[in-house]
């Protein structure tokens, strides 16, 4: 039992830290544009100079 005094705040603080990076990731905008991916895909310009 003595070495729940050290996994518990190991757990405590990993999931602190997990949290902070999805906090992180939220104020960045890395959720912004969850639509534009889908419509990148069907887009068909080709690049100048591509001769396929």
């Known amino acids: 039992m003595d070495v729940l005094i050290f996994l518990i705040?190991?757990?405590l603080f990993l999931?602190?830290?997990g949290l902070a990076?999805?906090?992180w990731s939220?104020?960045?905008g890395q959720y912004d544009d969850l639509e534009g991916?889908?419509?990148r895909i069907l887009d068909d310009d080709?690049?100048?100079g591509d001769n396929r």
């Open 9 to 11: 705040p190991i757990a």
């Open 46 to 48: 080709d690049l100048p």
């Open 37 to 39: 991916a889908k419509w």
């Open 26 to 28: 939220l104020k960045s």
């Open 21 to 23: 990076a999805f906090l």
């Open 15 to 17: 999931g602190a830290l």
